[in-house]
């Protein structure tokens, strides 16, 4: 029969070995033995003196001892204080005082306990020696709580409990103070109710739950896009490397970025290994390095409706002399022409007659996120002192559900920087291009604007938005003199701009409530990784502490409790539930005890997950004092 030591840490650990074969004299029931229930119950602790300090029934036929009463009573008794240590040997015996309303304690100077207690108490004093105290083990929680009272937290200095008088409410002279229960952070968050968050299944700019994890997956998969072969490409250019371009290079329609061939590349930064939008400009030639201080204003820019910009430079890598202006990258995003302007073919239906393709045409509720957004996007940059210079449907982005972001800015600086320019002329002219863009994503044509087709945009607009669309579009279209600015538009279109906050701040709450669901996976893969660590060490394989005789066997029980359990046909379990909740447990170090067997089944241990968890790290932390590297400062 194996032999278990005690884990060197003072703990409760229960040895449990088969009964022996020599006879034993059999307990009896408990109900047999009266009279031993009656001499318990006579030496108890009276409870009242325990709450109250006093017991009215004292002398009146109380059956259960009286101590001296001392000078004062604390309702509950810290575990340093001198009156715990007046406290009767039979007072260890008193069962637990368990109330049934929140406890409450009063400020200091804490006042007089009655002489003898109100008839309030007296009634509660009669309900409380009714309560059916639960068995040790059964209810885990008020263990817990009992152990937390036992161990004094509440004198923790980190957990002061909340003074009411600190606010100085004049009605509250005599304030209570409400303990306040240290958070066991290691347990299990619930979320927050999905009715309690606006639309939790599908909000404005949050996708479903089952969506959102799809769509982030597939930015995830897209961040790690392997090359293509055979696109010819360098291999490495300041920098950066594993270049893939975002658009079909053997096009036979060269992308033109006003007068210049332009590409963009994902490519991954060496630096700091995060990926980037490389926006390449062919057969440019910088004159003057004095080109580039526009970019180092717009790398200034930090804006949700702007696509970053990171930095510029010129390089031969493409065997021409072209400019490179790095954004960051937003996985899977798509121009505005790509997601509403492009014409797509009608599905096809047997015997239909032809249709030409059609766009799609764009919710107003869409569209006021858009021109929200967009309003939003320039008024930052113009009080940066900047011009977008590209409000382009083919140059803003949606970067996921109902979200824009204004991109490739910057670029058109660097290209006509020896062009002398005024910025307030160039601000003006990014109204106008904002106005053609929603005139374009009102009609479905790039070009509705223009001047032949501008009566019947208006006429489209009219039929299928609200006039409040056609109102924005003319103020921006509209020639409005030199004083005509964005904080305009943003009078006009203020009650949607609130409408847009409420919408953001509701998403945030939904990415929040997604969050907490994930809070949970770091510790765990950090508890595995410690698992990892020292379970199977082969230089722990002759180590005494690790047989079964040692101190350690405990952790290598409780692995094959969690792991290695079979059902009673022997088949392995694979209970992810049973895993996870043993590892949260652990990882919380409760006092729950578990019964860990050995495999020859001759013999168990009843542990609790706290002993556990002092095993576990101090196995971990010897591994730690003897390595050399600091790296296992990240997993405690
Ligand atoms: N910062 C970025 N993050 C992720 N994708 C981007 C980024 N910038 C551009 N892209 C993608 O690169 C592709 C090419 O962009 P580009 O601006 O050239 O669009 P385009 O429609 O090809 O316009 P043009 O006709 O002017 O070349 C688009 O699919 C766009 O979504």
């Known amino acids: 029969m194996a032999f278990f030591t005690r884990p060197q840490s003072a703990n409760a650990a229960i040895k449990i070995v088969r009964p022996s074969t020599a006879p034993v004299e059999e307990e009896q029931p408990l109900s047999a033995k009266p009279s031993t229930a009656r001499k318990d119950s006579v030496q108890r602790h009276c409870?009242?003196?325990?709450?109250?300090?006093?017991?009215?029934?004292?002398?009146?036929?109380?059956?259960?001892?009286?101590?001296?009463?001392?000078?004062?009573?604390?309702?509950?008794p810290r575990a340093e204080s001198p009156t715990k240590a007046t406290l009767p040997a039979q007072a260890v015996n008193a069962p637990v005082f368990v109330p049934k309303q929140p406890v409450r304690i009063l400020t200091s100077p804490p006042p007089p306990l009655p002489e003898s207690p109100s008839p309030t108490y007296q009634d509660e004093q009669l309900q409380y020696g009714e309560y059916a105290y639960p068995e040790p083990g059964v209810d885990g929680l008020t263990e817990q709580m009992q152990e937390l009272s036992a161990n004094n937290y509440y004198a923790d200095p980190h957990y002061?409990?909340?003074?009411?008088?600190?606010?100085?409410?004049?009605?509250?002279?005599q304030a209570p103070v409400f303990l306040r229960q240290p958070l066991n952070y290691h347990l299990y968050s619930s979320v927050i109710p999905a009715s309690f968050l606006p639309s939790a299944t599908d909000t404005h700019f949050v996708p479903p739950t089952s969506d959102l994890r799809t769509l982030l997956q597939e930015r995830s998969e897209n961040l790690r896009m392997a090359q293509p072969p055979g696109l010819n490409l360098p291999e490495e250019m300041q920098g950066y490397h594993t270049l893939i371009p975002l658009e079909n290079l053997g096009h036979t329609e060269r992308r033109k970025f006003g007068n210049w061939h332009s590409t963009v590349y994902r490519a991954v930064n060496s630096l700091d290994g995060c990926t980037y939008a490389l926006r390449r400009i062919e057969n440019f030639r910088l004159t003057h390095q004095g080109a580039f201080v526009t970019i180092e204003a717009w790398a200034g820019v930090r804006h949700a409706g702007v696509v970053a910009v990171h930095e510029a430079f010129t390089t031969h890598a493409f065997g021409d002399s072209s400019l490179v202006v790095a954004y960051a990258y937003h996985p899977g995003a798509r121009t505005l022409f790509d997601a509403h302007l492009r014409h797509t073919p009608p599905p096809y239906q047997p015997g239909a007659r032809y249709a030409?393709?059609?766009?799609?045409q764009v919710p107003e509720r869409t569209l006021w996120a858009y021109i929200v957004q967009l309003a939003s996007a320039v008024k930052r940059v113009h009080d940066a002192g900047l011009a977008l210079r590209m409000i382009d449907v083919t140059k803003v982005l949606v970067t996921s559900k109902n979200r824009l972001r204004?991109?490739?800015?910057?670029?058109?600086?660097?290209?006509?920087?020896?062009?002398?320019?005024?910025v307030h002329l160039l601000q003006q002219e990014d109204l106008t291009m904002f106005g053609r863009l929603v005139f374009a994503l009102c009609t479905g044509n790039v070009m509705a604007s223009n001047g032949g087709n501008f009566q019947k945009s208006l006429e489209i607009m009219g039929r299928l938005y609200t006039p409040e669309v056609k109102t924005v579009a003319l103020f921006l279209v509209n020639k409005g003199g030199s004083h005509k600015n964005i904080g305009q538009l943003l009078e006009i279109i203020s009650t949607r701009v609130a409408a847009e906050m409420g919408e953001a701040l509701g998403a945030a709450d939904t990415l929040e409530n997604e969050l907490m669901g994930e809070l949970e996976n770091a510790r765990l893969v950090r508890l595995l990784c410690k698992?990892?660590?020292?379970?199977?060490?082969?230089?722990f394989a002759r180590e005494p502490r690790w047989s079964e005789t040692g101190d350690r066997y405990i952790i290598k029980l409780f692995r094959d409790y969690v792991f290695h359990q079979v059902d009673e046909n022997g088949n392995p379990v694979l209970s992810l539930s049973h895993v996870l909740t043993c590892l949260s447990k652990l990882d919380a170090g409760t006092e729950e005890r578990v019964m860990l067997v050995s495999r020859d089944e001759q013999s168990c241990l009843v542990v609790s997950y706290k002993e556990i968890k002092s095993c576990v790290e101090s196995a971990f932390a010897e591994l730690g004092r003897a390595t050399t590297t600091a790296a296992t400062g990240g997993y405690r």
């Open 47 to 76: 409870r009242n003196i325990m709450i109250y300090g006093s017991c009215k029934y004292e002398g009146k036929g109380c059956l259960y001892y009286h101590p001296p009463a001392p000078d004062v009573m604390p309702l509950i």
């Open 160 to 173: 002061d409990g909340y003074d009411a008088t600190a606010d100085g409410h004049y009605f509250a002279p």
């Open 356 to 360: 030409p393709p059609t766009p799609t």
């Open 406 to 422: 204004v991109g490739s800015c910057g670029i058109v600086d660097v290209l006509m920087h020896e062009t002398p320019h005024d």
């Open 531 to 539: 698992f990892g660590f020292i379970n199977e060490r082969p230089e």
